[in-house]
């Protein structure tokens, strides 16, 4: 979380049990509230696994005794889904539940479950089908700057108005430091490129965490070949989940249609990512 700590107001703990570590809790604080934490996708407390529902219960309870001593009004959780969960659980959620916390959002995230093959409806499978691998040429790339400079950045500007969460300096300053878990995937056209997408990789989970496509890239359908060629070669790896995004705004508030559609046509189905208040 370095890269960006000139943002956030660090606030993240740790729960000891007998001088031992048993939880950490990724957090900040604004304006007297905590939130675990609003730099990262999800938040919650990590704890080594085997751990119980009981020991979840008395990790919460230790939190809100901690925070109500430091005077905090507000304790905000983003519940990590259960396709990323080393062991299923959703023994925080209970807890909260217990304590009359708020579910405050709900977003759409869209998983292809690679277990299961490519599962593509048959329309987009027969217009991928339609495209000569001849045209495309598909590239991974420690250069992040073609992508973001090329496509990303005038995509998001020109379609939503919007930067990307992440400057190229700091994209690239996060895949120096984990290079085997941030993988950029580019997609060429006569040696322009026409798409791209940057992954985020982390035990059998493979994310789309951006992915465009220029004006001539969509008319190529370059992005969708690039889908396609990606759970491939995810396959093949043993890789168990593909992490299309979400499809929500707003925690929720709203859901972009045509999105969802496009990203089910895939394969995908959604998961609920929750978001928590906690209110002390």
């Known amino acids: 979380m370095e890269y960006h700590a000139d943002r956030f107001d660090d606030f993240s703990m740790m729960v000891h049990r007998n001088d031992k570590l048993v939880a950490i809790i990724p957090a900040n604080v ?15 407390i990590i704890s080594k696994s085997g751990i119980n529902n009981t020991e979840i219960g008395e990790i ?3 939190i809100v005794d901690f925070l109500n001593e430091e005077g905090k009004t507000a304790l905000h959780f983003k519940i990590m889904p259960s396709f990323l969960q080393g062991a299923y659980s959703n023994a925080l959620e209970y807890f909260l ?43 991974e790339t420690e250069d992040l700057g073609p992508f973001w400079d090329k496509i990303l950045i005038p995509v998001l500007e020109e379609n939503h108005g919007v930067k990307p969460v992440h400057s190229l300096e700091e994209i690239s300053k996060l895949r120096s430091t984990f290079p085997k878990n ?19 990789i982390s035990k059998g989970v493979v994310k789309s ?4 496509a220029s004006i001539k890239g969509k008319e190529l359908r370059a992005l969708d070949y690039l889908y396609l060629k990606l759970f491939e070669a995810y396959i093949d790896k043993g890789f168990h989940y593909f992490d299309m995004g979400t499809s929500t705004v707003a925690k929720g508030a709203s859901y972009n249609v045509g999105l969802s559609k496009y990203k089910e ?16």
């Open 182 to 200: 941030i993988i950029q995937m580019d997609v060429y056209h006569n040696e322009e490129i026409v798409a791209g997408m940057t992954l985020f």
């Open 60 to 62: 919460l309870d230790k």
């Open 30 to 44: 604004k304006e007297g509230q905590v939130f675990s934490h609003a730099g990262l996708t999800y938040g919650g």
């Open 265 to 280: 046509e895939f394969g995908a189905l959604p998961v609920n990512l929750d978001h928590y208040k906690l209110s002390l």
């Open 209 to 212: 965490q951006y992915g465009a």
């Open 97 to 139: 539940f217990l304590k009359k916390a708020e579910l405050t959002g709900r977003d759409m995230n869209y998983v292809v479950d690679l277990r299961n093959g490519i599962n593509i409806h048959k329309s987009k499978l027969k217009k991928l089908k339609s495209i000569e691998e001849s045209s495309l040429r598909i590239s």
